[in-house]
């Protein structure tokens, strides 16, 4: 039986992730890749061909998806969002209702939060 989950533009194949601990997760497109030692909250959602892995944690509301890709460390929370071709990685944060679009990098120790919106070619560290 086919598990399918709607993320905005009708239903797809999906399933929960397990996290590391053994907890039920949220919800991964089967197109989208999330690796055992990643945490996905029970609420986040990873969709379209995203990519989590490493110890990255995507919490909350959050949502990871487009080609987006976020690793290392990296924690993307509340209602945040990481699409496009973005990536998020190191110890980097994205909270709050921010938003990491097109072909911008958040790494190292950087933080964006609130209502921020970092896109284009943008690189932060």
């Known amino acids: 039986m086919s598990t399918t989950y709607d993320f905005g533009s009708g239903p797809v194949p999906a399933h929960r992730h397990?996290?590391?601990n053994g907890e039920l997760g949220g919800w991964v497109a089967d197109t989208a890749t999330v690796a055992p030692t990643a945490r996905i909250g029970e609420n986040a959602e990873v969709f379209g061909t995203a990519k989590v892995f490493g110890n990255a944690r995507v919490l909350g509301d959050a949502k990871v998806s487009?080609?987006?890709?976020?690793?290392?460390?990296?924690?993307?929370?509340d209602g945040a969002e990481v699409y496009g071709y973005a990536e998020v990685s190191g110890n980097a944060e994205v909270s709050g209702n921010a938003r990491v679009f097109g072909n911008a990098r958040v790494y190292g120790n950087a933080?964006?939060?609130?209502?921020?919106?970092?896109?284009?070619?943008?690189?932060l560290t």
């Open 66 to 77: 487009g080609h987006a890709m976020v690793y290392g460390n990296a924690m993307v929370s």
């Open 18 to 20: 397990v996290n590391p």
């Open 111 to 123: 933080k964006v939060s609130g209502n921020a919106r970092v896109f284009g070619n943008t690189v």
